[in-house]
Every structure is written in structure tokens, then in C-alpha cells.
């Protein structure tokens, strides 16, 4: 039970994360709107939305590769075999891999120089190594999330729907259920 429970959490860790920064997004910029209006400004509520957004959207690309549903132009691979499809798109997944790896550790070299020599935010006054964090653990987080995809794919046989795909079914589906209690 327990186990089950803790690869549920790390299977949608970065939706929970999300869920978490858009709620805390959302609540610092309606407070600021509602502050504004009463000329009780806060100084600090833009700086830490701002923070929380790109975190957000960051974190919010890790969840989006775990569920495959970032944008992939496939359109080329529709008459050729399954085999050529597979190969190309996990050659474009080695591609993104190296590419997340590099933005990794071109960010744990930022937070390395902003460690040795602090800047800090000039209204939290918080340290922007601490920060910049969010670039080496998201792109490092990605690259594992592309590893699980393709062995879930390739090694374990598990069809991963697709999030859209699904979403049109959906529709489709209320949409006829409509249509039938009309008529």
C-alpha cells in the first residue's frame, strides 16, 4: 500500500508541484489586484509571481513529457512503417535528452556562480542561487521523464494515450450523447 502510494506521488509529482504554484500564482496576483485597488500596494507580490510562474511553467513541461503531450510534428512518419517512425522519434528523444542534460548543467553552473558570489532579489531579498534551482532540478527531472516514457514504450509494451487524443474521444462522445437525446 505504501509503496503504491509513493510511486503514485513521484509518478505525478511535478502535477502536484503544478497544482500547488498556479493556486499560489493565482491567489499572489488577485491579492495585488484587490491591494491595488485599495492603494495598499504590496512590493513583493510581483516578484514572487513572477518566480512561481516560472516554476510553474517549467515544472509544468516536466509533467507535460510524462504524459506525452508536448507538441511533436509527426506528419512525415504517416506512410512509413512503424519501425522507422519509432526509430526517428527516439532518436529524437536521445536529442532532447542531451539537450535537457546540457540546460541542467549550464544551470547547476549558474547556481554555482551565484552561490560564490550571492545576488539577491531585490524586493524578497531572497538569494537568486536558490532561485535559478528550479533550472538544473526541472530539465534534470525532464530527462528522467524521457527515460521512463521510452522504457514504458519500448521496453514494457504500456500504450501512454494521449492526453488530446483522449480529450477529442471525449467530446466526441458527449457531443453524440447530445445529439441522440435531441432527436
Request: contains cysteine; charged residues 20%; aromatic residues 20%.
Amino acid at each position: 500500500m505504501f509503496k503504491r502510494a509513493l510511486k503514485a506521488f513521484f509518478d505525478h509529482f511535478e502535477s502536484y508541484l503544478c497544482q500547488f504554484l498556479l493556486v499560489f500564482f493565482v491567489v499572489v496576483v488577485f491579492m495585488q489586484i484587490v491591494l491595488r485597488q485599495l492603494n495598499m500596494s504590496l512590493i513583493w507580490t510581483e516578484e514572487i509571481a513572477r518566480y512561481a510562474f516560472i516554476w510553474f511553467i517549467l515544472f509544468g513541461a516536466c509533467y507535460a513529457t510524462r504524459l506525452c503531450a508536448l507538441n511533436r510534428v509527426t506528419v512525415q512518419f504517416m506512410k512509413a512503417p512503424q519501425w522507422v517512425t519509432n526509430l526517428f522519434l527516439f532518436i529524437g528523444d536521445l536529442i532532447w535528452i542531451g539537450f535537457c542534460l546540457v540546460m541542467a548543467y549550464y544551470g547547476y553552473l549558474a547556481v554555482l556562480d551565484l552561490r560564490e558570489f550571492p545576488y539577491y532579489t531585490p524586493a524578497l531579498d531572497w538569494d537568486l542561487g536558490y532561485v535559478y534551482l528550479v533550472f538544473p532540478l526541472s530539465f534534470t527531472l525532464m530527462a528522467i521523464r524521457i527515460v521512463q516514457v521510452n522504457v514504458m514504450k519500448y521496453i514494457l509494451h504500456i500504450e501512454i494515450a494521449d492526453p488530446d487524443q483522449e480529450a477529442m474521444e471525449e467530446s466526441k462522445r458527449v457531443f453524440s450523447k447530445e445529439v441522440d437525446e435531441e432527436c
